[in-house]
């Protein structure tokens, strides 16, 4: 049995895993990382995928695998640019040091584009090829899909959506420089900064995070319901932010499907807020609706890595 590796990196764990040609996810183990820099991270990388190799073992024959990481990454190129945004460090030739390590064609993205090769191949993009995947957990990104190609732009930057101002007049100032970006209201972070800034003028049972924690959306989405006063300001404000940028992605790409996936929105609670929201006429050409991921948002990175590597071997136009 042909098999797929992949190697879900976040900023605290590393995920590494096989998965069949189906999808299904074999065999896995989760590993603490908790990096500060490329280096560091690569060598823990290559030092857990060893000890996965020997600890864990593979079910089937693996034919080639699939790195799914923060920051900017050069799909083509198989490099690690940047471990944040900021374009500062020497990019890692990630790719090939695991491909060094493991004698299989190995390719790598970014997180969400990772995310939307599984939905292309794997998920909803088996009934469509113009679609897009909108990731929305402790920020907001995406994955626009057209012709069955994804985008990546001149600087692999494409898909950084949380970055598009949906108010003018905002005084909300963003980390990129700008004001009013969407995902200071419609995200993990975001959440947590409108409960702060919104305190003062809303009563609430909700408690307020302090020192760097993040509000509980679950928790956020239940008060509302409740009609808590500053909980339902945030998630209307936040269902409003969400139509609004799906609305515009729509009329850049022309999708027939977006798909929402990442852990604020899996249990399809803002999707129902942000249904109603949606204008008929900007709405029209996604024939096949706003949707919800088929993957659990603690699968999707893994899919999202491993099929890379399906892609690689396939030698899909990706
Ligand atoms: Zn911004």
């Known amino acids: 049995m042909e098999t797929y590796i992949g190697l879900d ?18 065999r896995s183990k989760r590993y603490s990382t908790g990096f500060r820099d490329q280096k560091s991270a690569s060598e823990a990388l290559l030092s857990d995928m060893d000890d996965y190799r020997k600890t864990v073992g593979f079910e089937g024959t693996p034919v080639a695998a699939g790195i799914g990481i923060v920051g900017v990454v050069d799909h083509d190129r198989g490099e690690w640019v940047s471990i944040d945004h900021q374009i500062t460090n020497r990019p890692f030739p990630l790719a090939a040091l695991v ?10 993205d970014n997180d969400v584009r990772s995310a939307t090769c599984a939905e292309l191949l794997l998920g909803h993009g088996r009934s469509t090829k113009n679609f897009i995947y909108l990731n929305v957990g402790t920020g907001l990104a995406a994955g626009v899909v057209t ?13 950084e959506i949380g970055h598009m101002v949906i108010d003018l ?8 420089g700008r004001k009013g970006c969407v995902e200071n209201f419609v995200s993990g972070v975001g959440f947590t900064r409108q409960v702060k800034e919104l305190t003062a003028s809303y009563s609430t049972k909700l408690p307020i995070p302090e020192n760097g924690a993040r509000v509980d959306a679950v928790q956020l989405f239940q008060l509302a319901d409740e ?6 300001a945030v998630t209307d404000q936040a269902a409003e932010a969400l139509a609004c940028v799906i ?17 604020i929105v899996s ?17 029209r ?7 919800l991921s088929a993957f659990q948002p603690k699968n999707a990175g893994l899919l999202g890595a491993a099929s890379l590597g399906m892609a690689k071997v396939k030698e899909a136009d990706l």
Do not use: Y
């Open 99 to 108: 491909e060094n390590l493991l004698g299989i064609p190995v390719a790598v």
């Open 227 to 232: 009609g808590d006063p500053l909980c339902k």
């Open 267 to 283: 249990d399809g609670w803002l999707l129902k807020k942000v249904q109603p929201l949606l204008n008929a006429a900007t709405i």
């Open 285 to 291: 050409g996604v024939t096949k609706g706003l949707v």
């Open 169 to 176: 007049h905002s005084q909300e100032e963003c980390v990129c």
């Open 9 to 26: 990196f976040g900023g605290t764990k590393l995920l590494i895993g096989e998965m069949d040609a189906t999808g299904k996810i074999l």
């Open 147 to 159: 012709a069955g190609h994804i985008l990546r732009g001149a600087n692999n930057n494409s898909g």
């Open 247 to 263: 609305m515009n992605l729509v009329r850049m790409s022309d999708p027939d499907t977006v798909i929402l996936g990442g852990g």
